[in-house]
């Protein structure tokens, strides 16, 4: 059984991350890093910490980032976020100073829920970004690093976002005719991925894309 730290549980892939992983008998225990405190049923607390940070200012302390996996399914939109340094701080600054952290205290594996198109040299900030944090990630020296790269989500979210909503409709009626890398994939296909990963490391860097999800 192991132990698995996750951070960005909040969000659409990382309900669903948290789910399996209180649910899966592979899992001793659960500590997700969040802003403010998860409301969660009380037969799921058994396994489960909930350690309440500041992003901003991470604890040093070893006993919040003991763990034998990391899933990170932190992420935001340029909009949400409100600028490019916005966005880059909860998608590249954050995820790499979690991975440090508990790489340090003895993390042997690390999953990542990318994006389709990651890639450091993109002229498109999203996935340029997404791509630096793939290639600083490979320098935290975890024996186990899984890159997930899923195309649009699919799922319901706790917020609104037409444009995906519409992205989302249209490759559901054309999905007979779309590619498979670019059909939308539900949000518990991707949380599965990050979880197997985590459970059963595999060696070296590792990466999952669309169309094999």
Same mark, same amino acid.
């Given at each position: 059984?192991?132990?698995?730290?996750?951070?960005?549980?909040?969000?659409?892939?990382?309900?669903?991350?948290?789910?399996?992983?209180? #649910?899966?008998?592979? &899992? !001793?225990?659960?500590?997700?890093?969040?802003?403010? *405190? +998860?409301?969660?049923?009380?037969?799921? =607390?058994?396994?489960?910490?909930?350690?309440?940070?500041?992003?901003?200012?991470?604890?040093?302390?070893?006993?919040?980032?003991?763990?034998?996996?990391?899933?990170?399914?932190?992420?935001?939109?340029?909009?949400? #976020?409100?600028?490019? &340094? !916005?966005?880059?701080?909860?998608?590249?600054?954050? *995820? +790499?100073?979690?991975?440090?952290?508990? =790489?340090?205290?003895?993390?042997?594996?690390?999953?990542?829920?990318?994006?389709?198109?990651?890639?450091?040299?993109?002229?498109?900030?999203?996935?340029?970004?997404?791509?630096?944090?793939?290639?600083?990630?490979?320098?935290?020296?975890?024996?186990?690093?899984?890159?997930?790269?899923?195309?649009?989500?699919?799922?319901?979210?706790?917020?609104? =976002?037409?444009?995906?909503?519409?992205?989302?409709?249209?490759?559901?009626?054309?999905?007979?005719?779309?590619?498979?890398?670019?059909?939308?994939?539900?949000?518990?296909?991707?949380?599965?991925?990050?979880?197997?990963?985590?459970?059963?490391?595999?060696?070296?860097?590792?990466?999952?894309?669309?169309?094999?999800?």
């Amino acid at each position: 059984m192991k132990s698995l730290l996750l951070v960005g549980v909040t969000g659409l892939v990382g309900q669903s991350v948290l789910a399996q992983a209180l #649910a899966d008998p592979r &899992v !001793a225990e659960v500590v997700a890093l969040t802003r403010r *405190p +998860l409301n969660t049923p009380a037969p799921s =607390r058994v396994r489960l910490r909930n350690p309440v940070v500041d992003f901003d200012a991470l604890p040093d302390t070893a006993e919040v980032w003991t763990a034998d996996s990391v899933i990170c399914t932190l992420g935001t939109t340029r909009k949400q #976020a409100g600028s490019e &340094v !916005a966005f880059r701080k909860v998608d590249f600054d954050y *995820p +790499l100073s979690i991975a440090r952290r508990a =790489r340090q205290a003895g993390a042997q594996a690390y999953a990542l829920n990318s994006s389709l198109g990651a890639d450091p040299r993109s002229r498109v900030f999203y996935s340029r970004t997404k791509g630096e944090l793939e290639e600083a990630l490979r320098t935290c020296g975890y024996p186990s690093l899984t890159f997930v790269r899923p195309g649009l989500l699919g799922g319901q979210r706790s917020e609104f =976002r037409l444009g995906e909503r519409i992205a989302s409709l249209v490759l559901r009626l054309a999905r007979p005719i779309v590619p498979r890398r670019y059909r939308v994939v539900p949000a518990e296909r991707v949380a599965q991925a990050l979880l197997e990963a985590a459970l059963n490391p595999v060696s070296g860097v590792n990466i999952l894309e669309s169309e094999q999800l």
